[in-house]
């Protein structure tokens, strides 16, 4: 009997990068809720954001959002929140140093104003306004500067920071893979884990994931640096949503029904 799970990043990946639309994967995401597959999302969104598409999915079993520095968990009546990053608070303090110490220049996302916001993000109105409230997890632009010295100057100061598809990101050492790696366990060491990213920031759960999928970008190349990190990896036949419905179902193939109880 084989009991598998999908964990799968969003923007770029199961939403389309640019649209945030999924309907091309939403009969494959039925499937999945039919037969009781957990469906955890693993992305750098907001629980504001993935809430109301965990509600229409019917997706009930874990959220990872912030990119690993919140897990929210299903007790049958309400999320139940897990913080693993450091605070919003600590975080902004650590970007002002981060500037001090490297001369760098940089523009905080959930600081900006609305138009330079959604000139970033892709985002308007209420789904803007969603994005920007973050708990573990600080968003960023950098104006100026060497990447490199943010990096190293984050690390020296117990940080990590990221690249995602829009933004860096500035969060606490343990990230997307120590959350995944968490909700794991909850499932069971039995459970075969099928992952989808298709950003560098990815790499942290895909690479120890029984099948990594990298979902490739609009021009239907992966992200180098993210198959870089995960050689091992398939890419699905197609960008975003559509993408993911076909690697979904040819895994469905290969493993067989996932056999979780009704």
């Given at each position: 009997m084989t009991?598998?799970?999908?964990?799968?990043d969003l923007d770029g990946t199961l939403l389309d990068?640019?649209?945030f639309d999924l309907e091309p994967a939403r009969p494959m995401l039925d499937r999945l809720r039919l037969a009781n597959v957990p469906v955890v999302p693993v992305t750098s969104k907001t629980f504001d954001e993935?809430?109301?598409l965990a509600r229409d999915l019917g997706l009930r079993h874990a959220l990872i959002m912030e990119s690993g520095g919140t897990i929210a968990g299903w007790d049958g009546h309400e999320w139940l929140f897990e913080s693993i990053g450091p605070?919003?608070?600590e975080l902004r303090d650590a970007i002002e140093e981060i500037q001090r110490r490297t001369g760098a220049r940089v523009s905080r996302y959930v600081a900006m104003g609305g138009a330079e916001a959604a000139g970033y993000s892709g985002l308007t109105g209420e789904s803007l306004r969603r994005s920007q409230r973050r708990r573990s997890s600080e968003p960023f632009i950098l104006e100026s500067g060497s990447v490199q010295e943010v990096v190293g100057a984050a690390a020296t100061m117990g940080f990590r920071v990221r690249r995602g598809g829009r933004f860096l990101h500035l969060g606490g050492p343990s990230g997307k893979g120590e959350a995944v790696a968490r909700v794991?366990?909850?499932?069971?060491?039995?459970?075969?884990?099928?992952?989808?990213g298709d950003a560098p920031m990815d790499a942290e759960f895909l690479g120890f994931a029984d099948v990594p999928i990298?979902?490739?970008?609009?021009?239907?190349?992966?992200?180098?640096?993210l198959l870089r990190r995960v050689p091992h990896a398939r890419v699905a036949p197609a960008p975003?949503?559509?993408g993911?419905?076909?690697?979904?179902?040819?895994?469905?193939a290969e493993l067989g029904d996932p056999q979780w109880p009704a």
């Open positions: 009991r598998w799970a999908v964990f799968t990068g640019s649209t993935v809430e109301p605070s919003g608070d794991q366990e909850k499932l069971g060491r039995d459970v075969t884990m099928v992952a989808l990298i979902v490739p970008h609009r021009d239907g190349a992966p992200d180098p640096d975003g949503p559509a993911w419905a076909a690697a979904i179902d040819a895994v469905w």
